[in-house]
Every structure is written in structure tokens, then in C-alpha cells.
């Protein structure tokens, strides 16, 4: 038998891509490349991005193809190409920012996402470029914390590639899941799809130069997490909690998580939220409805600095629901206590960072 192109193009001509219903001879997808030695025939399949999901049956579909309408006997060699830039891989994600910061906690409920959301705003508000990813895939409220619910992310191509482009508020790129899902459904995922829709909103996104990129992480530990500390270079783990026994407990499990051997993630502090409670009509008075300096006594029994303490202040819950952080306000007590977090997790990170750098010159000079 006497293999020639045509023979192969009708035969791939019944191998119809899944994603558009053509197949894929008319959808350009097989490209000018094939080689014909004897019974030996190979070629190169075009996709439109490097993790395009039907790739790897498209390629078998093709392959079956050539076996059933030509013969048996052919021995087949299918490579793949993509029109875009394959995606950075792990650990050169994000080249252009200089610090990650993971803003976590053992539980849910002591206001993670309220730290890091205002956090983000005293770093900005001290002039730095700063980033903020909620990676909170199934309960996302970044969106909500900035007012920016109805805002809609677009992408835009950049050498060779369709970057999603972040919304910008208050002079912060932001991106959550919570932008492309109806905020009224349950996001209801396996474990593997929500890390893959990370792995997107981290590196298939146009961040840019930030000088801090703040992850938002869903509380506990779970497979988020381990994403991000295979995805990211991650500089430091800022822990929120409560000053409560029980919100300690599980703080323990995520300073665990950070600082075991195999993830060896710095930890650059502890913050105390809710510390205590003043009214506003009483601003001298403080009420320790959660126990008083839980975290303090944690923080001086890991040898980590303690970050900051912030109030129960009826503001922070109004701004927050409002999408305008109390952080905006600096000359409040809410305000002032966000920016000394901030002056204080700017000194931790430059601390870790000149601690690093010697060692990574030894290795260069290796």
C-alpha cells in the first residue's frame, strides 16, 4: 500500500474538534508539516492554547482515524503545537512582582479577608504597586469588599498570549473567581477544577510590576493551598486570627502548613483581629469580647512577630459591606492601626528579603 497526503487529510476529515464542531482538516488544525516514509506518517496538530482540554483526544481521535480509514498498519507520530505562548511554568510565574504575600487562617470567620483587603490599601496608600488575588474559589468576596460586584474582566492579547486584564480600584489590580460566576450559585467544584481556575487568575493575567501581590486563601488548608505553593514563589504567610482558644487552635494548623519542611514558607507574623471592642461613644474603653491577647501569647510562643492588633470597630463591618476599606481613612483608629500593619509587614518582607540575599549570591557564585 502506498501512503500519500490526501489519503491522511480524508481521513483526518472525519475527526471533528469538539470545542467548534469542525473538523479539524477544515478547521486548519492539521499543520503543513506531514512527513510520509514508507508506512510511517507524521504531522503536527494546532491548537489554540497549550492546555487546550480536548488536546489529548483530538490527537487519539486522529490517530484511530488514520488506523480505521487507511490502515492498521501505519505507524502514526502526531505532535501538537498552540498558536499562544504556553503559560510560564511554576516558580517563573509572575517574573515582573517582587513580593508574594499569603494572608491566611486556620478558620474562617476571624476576618481574613477583611485584613488582607485592607492591608492591600495601606500598601497602596504608602505608594507601593500592589495586586490582590481572592483566592477564595468558593467563597469569594473581594468583589463585594471593593464594590466592584458588577465589574466584568476582559482579556487582552500580550506576546502571544490572551491575558485576562485585573480590575483596578482604589489603585489595586484585583481578580476573584467571584467575577465570572453568578454570586446567588454555589460554586460547586472538585477540588481539581478549582485549582485549575486558580492557576489562571494567577497565571494567565495581565498583574504587570507590583511591588505586592496579596493572596487572599480560603481558610484551613485544603488543595488551594497547595496550589498556590506550587504555583507561586511565595515570600511570607501573614496568619489572622482571633485572640479565642478555638480560633488558635486551627492558627496553629496553618502556621504548621507553612512552616513544614516540605513547604518551609516564612513566617512573616501574626495579626490579632477583633482584639477588643470600644463604642464610639466610649473611645477610652476596651472590651475583650474574645479573651485578651490570644495571639500576642502565640506569636511570643513561635518566636514570629506580632503584625498588629485591630479592633471591633462598626465601621469596618459598614466600609466593608460598603466596597470602600476603612483603610482609606487613615486618620481614623481603624485606619491608623491597617497602616502600621502595613509598616510592619513592609519591615518583615525587606527583612526576609536581606536575610535571602546572601545566600542566593553564594549559590550564583557556585
Known amino acids: 500500500m502506498t501512503l500519500y497526503p490526501k489519503l491522511i487529510l480524508d481521513a483526518l476529515a472525519t475527526v471533528r474538534y469538539p470545542g467548534n464542531g469542525k473538523n479539524i482538516v477544515e478547521a486548519e488544525m492539521v499543520a503543513d508539516n506531514m512527513r510520509i516514509d514508507g508506512m510511517k506518517v507524521s504531522f503536527s ?18 490517530e484511530t482515524a488514520i488506523h480505521t480509514y487507511v490502515s492498521k498498519e501505519v505507524e502514526v507520530t502526531i505532535a501538537t503545537e498552540s498558536r499562544q505562548a504556553a503559560r510560564p511554568e511554576p516558580g517563573k510565574m509572575l517574573p515582573q512582582v517582587k513580593n508574594v504575600i499569603a494572608v491566611s487562617s486556620g478558620k474562617g470567620g476571624v476576618g481574613k479577608s477583611t485584613i488582607a483587603a485592607n492591608l492591600a490599601v495601606a500598601l497602596s496608600k504608602l505608594g507601593y504597586k500592589v495586586g490582590l488575588l481572592d483566592a477564595d474559589i468558593f467563597g469569594p468576596s473581594i468583589p463585594k469588599m471593593f464594590q466592584v460586584e458588577d465589574a466584568r474582566p476582559y482579556a487582552e492579547t500580550i506576546d502571544g498570549r490572551d491575558l485576562i486584564v485585573p480590575i483596578e480600584k482604589y489603585g489595586i489590580k484585583l481578580l476573584s473567581i467571584g467575577f465570572f460566576v453568578n454570586p446567588d450559585q454555589a460554586t460547586l467544584w472538585r477540588g481539581g477544577m478549582a485549582s485549575n481556575a486558580l492557576k489562571q487568575l494567577v497565571g494567565d493575567a495581565n498583574w504587570g510590576e507590583l511591588d505586592y501581590f496579596i493572596l487572599d486563601t480560603p481558610p484551613g488548608t485544603s488543595d488551594i493551598h497547595l496550589t498556590l505553593l506550587q504555583t507561586l514563589a511565595i515570600t511570607g504567610a501573614v496568619i489572622v486570627s482571633t485572640p479565642q482558644e478555638v480560633a488558635l487552635a486551627d492558627a496553629r494548623k496553618g502556621i504548621n502548613m507553612y512552616m513544614n519542611d516540605k513547604v ?16 464610639a461613644e466610649l473611645p477610652e474603653n476596651k472590651y475583650y469580647l474574645f479573651g485578651k491577647e490570644g495571639t500576642k501569647r502565640l506569636a511570643e510562643e513561635l518566636h514570629v512577630p506580632l503584625l498588629g492588633q485591630i479592633p471591633i470597630v462598626q465601621s469596618i463591618c459598614e466600609n466593608g459591606d460598603k466596597g470602600t476599606p476603612v483603610a482609606l481613612d487613615e486618620n481614623s483608629v ?25 545566600t542566593e549570591i553564594v549559590k550564583t557564585h557556585k
Open 264 to 279: 518551609n514558607v516564612p513566617i512573616l507574623g501574626l495579626v490579632e483581629n477583633m482584639s477588643w471592642f470600644t463604642p
Open 45 to 62: 496538530l494546532i491548537f489554540e492554547k497549550p492546555t487546550d482540554p480536548f488536546m489529548k483526544s483530538v490527537v487519539k481521535s486522529a
Open 334 to 358: 481603624t485606619g491608623q492601626a491597617f497602616m502600621e500593619l502595613a509598616h510592619s509587614v513592609v519591615g518583615q518582607t525587606e527583612k526576609r528579603n536581606a536575610e535571602l540575599a546572601p
